[in-house]
């Protein structure tokens, strides 16, 4: 009897360890093969936010003023290289003959799901409303797309972001867009863009890092802003690494260099544009952002609820500025940075 126990126990034990050993392979295959999980969570999603990756635009282009009084001309190409290469531009009224500072924006969406037209899916409030109030404090604003994985990989978006730019600076005069006055905003994934992009206007060794032209001179950007961006690869969760390590590389497992071409605030230089940070679910990684900005006397503002008033807010929070009362004092604190860095 005992002999007929113990044959049952080293058969549990077999069974047992051949299950903890083909689970430590499996998560091994997901740690190294990232698109497997993120292209399941594309394929759950398709349908309900775009997942896609096109050469054709999302719609039929619009030149309309809309019921608010602003003008938006939709769907413009600005390059034809990587898919996804449009943009959207609206004014604030219908003259477009008005001097105003350009905003550059940035959706987010973990580079893999999300639109100029939709947002980010990641977050929990309504970015198309906040582009429309941004616009209605006078800035013109232009709204970008770009590749998404599996298609486009770490620097492609960022390239993509300096063609837009391109393309914004050589059709200023057609277009009514102020160049010499420019803010660049993202939020969330396209906010680690934004940072990029500051790093890669002011930092000659970072734009070479990235194989990047940079098409805006520094004196051009009056500001970013970097609306709670996952930026210190080392201290993110897994399911951040799981969608930043699929972006930069299919993997979880960064090379060193990777990580440090990856990190914008590796980069910061007293060059750097001045800058707002909004922290909330990467307050941390805002945090680390704050502290390269200041050691490099970076003129910027951190705008972070649970270091100002204990409070956790979902991430990109200043979206919701139309209903909640911490998210419009973000709001009226980042355009009042705006105006300050005006020339």
């Not at 898919?83 to 959207?88: E, V």
């Not at 730019?165 to 939020?187: K, P, R």
């Not at 970072?206 to 001179?217: K, R």
């Not at 006397?297 to 979902?314: Q, S």
Request: aromatic share 8%; glycine share 6%; charged share 20%.
């Amino acid at each position: 009897m005992k002999e007929k126990t113990r044959g049952r126990l080293r058969l549990l034990a077999k069974v047992v360890g051949g299950i903890c050993v083909a689970l430590v392979v499996l998560a091994l295959v997901l740690a190294t093969h990232t698109q497997i999980i993120v292209g399941a969570i594309q394929e759950l999603s398709a349908g309900t936010v775009k997942t896609t990756n096109t050469f054709e635009p999302e719609g039929e282009p619009v030149d309309a003023v809309r019921d608010n009084g602003q003008r938006i001309i939709t769907e413009i190409a600005y390059a034809d290289e990587y898919p996804n290469s449009f943009l959207d531009i609206t004014y604030p009224d219908s003259d477009t003959s008005v001097r105003r500072p350009t905003l550059v924006y940035f959706h987010g969406g973990g580079f893999f799901a999300g639109s100029k037209s939709v947002g980010d899916p990641l977050a929990s409030s309504d970015v198309t409303s906040l582009l429309d109030d941004i616009c209605a404090a006078g800035y013109n604003v232009v709204n970008v797309d770009y590749g998404l994985v599996p298609d486009c990989h770490f620097p492609v978006p960022v390239i993509q972001a300096n063609q837009a730019l391109a393309w914004c600076d050589s059709h200023a005069d057609e277009y009514g867009l102020d160049m010499d006055d420019v803010v660049i905003m993202g939020s969330s994934a396209g906010a680690i863009m934004a940072s990029q992009l500051g790093a890669v206007i002011t930092n000659p060794q970072y734009a070479s890092a990235l194989g990047i032209e940079p098409q805006l001179e520094p004196s051009q950007v009056r500001a970013l802003v970097i609306d709670d961006a996952p930026l210190v690869y080392d201290k993110f969760s897994l399911a951040t690494k799981v969608l930043i390590g699929n972006y930069v590389s299919g993997t979880i497992f960064l090379s060193k260099e990777q990580v440090h071409v990856y990190d914008a605030t590796q980069w910061v230089t007293p060059a750097y544009p001045p800058a707002v940070l909004l922290g909330s679910e990467y307050h941390n990684d805002m945090r680390a952002m704050d502290a390269a900005l200041t050691r490099s006397g970076v003129v910027h503002e951190l705008i972070d609820p649970l270091a100002e008033r204990g409070l956790k807010m979902p991430h990109c929070f200043v979206a919701s500025e139309r209903t909640d009362k911490v998210a419009r004092d973000a709001f009226e604190r980042m355009l009042a940075f705006l105006t300050d860095q005006a020339a």
